[in-house]
């Protein structure tokens, strides 16, 4: 199982709407490719949340080939609309890890 890890510093004064919009536009949209079998939506605790909060989200795919799949179809549009709607609002970082 591979884990694709996505975490994100949004500004505060967006944060309630970034989160709404990625339960209920992004999120779908990453899940609709049927590439990933699960995901989980996280607020990360112990941050200083003065400059913006910041969440992780983590999609679960069955396999290292399936993420590929999702890399060259799928990923570079869904990063951009969120890059559109979100510009120099937020900082992020995406990590790829085995689940053991």
Request: proline residues 2%.
């Amino acid at each position: 199982m591979i884990l694709y890890n996505v975490t994100i510093k949004i500004a505060t004064d967006l944060h309630q709407d970034w989160l709404q919009w990625m339960k209920t536009v992004h999120i779908p949209d990453v899940m609709a490719t049927g590439l990933f079998e699960e995901y989980r939506l996280l607020h990360i605790l112990g941050e200083d949340e003065s400059e913006g909060v910041t969440f992780a989200i983590q999609y679960f795919c069955p396999s290292l080939d399936v993420f590929r799949e999702y890399q060259s179809k799928h990923a570079k549009q869904l990063q951009q609309q969120h890059s559109e709607r979100y510009q120099n609002q937020y900082v992020a970082f995406r990590t790829l890890m085995e689940v053991l």
